[in-house]
């Protein structure tokens, strides 16, 4: 199979999911993939994909799909939290 560009942000499925951007973060699921935040455009949820899986990814709010990875936001305190 051919590797269809569809981790490129703006990208939306045929199930009307969204890519938004790549988290940077490693796929927990699938080895060498990266986690990126996906939103549904019918109902706004929000949810990690590993970018294998973006073209079929169904919403976990309203479409019966999986939960998706865990998403983590790759914000500038990378060397984790500060304190409690
Ligand atoms: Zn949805």
Known sequence: ????PSTTPGFENR????VI???GFASETFP????YRMR??????E???????IHLRRC???QDGVRGERLREAGPGLF???GD
């Open 1 to 4: 199979m051919a590797r269809f």
């Open 15 to 18: 199930n009307g999911q969204r």
């Open 21 to 23: 951007a790549s988290t």
């Open 32 to 35: 060498g993939q990266t986690v």
């Open 40 to 45: 549904c455009v019918h109902c706004g949820h």
């Open 47 to 53: 949810y990690g994909s590993n970018g294998y899986d």
């Open 60 to 62: 976990p709010g309203h």
């Open 80 to 82: 984790g939290a500060m």
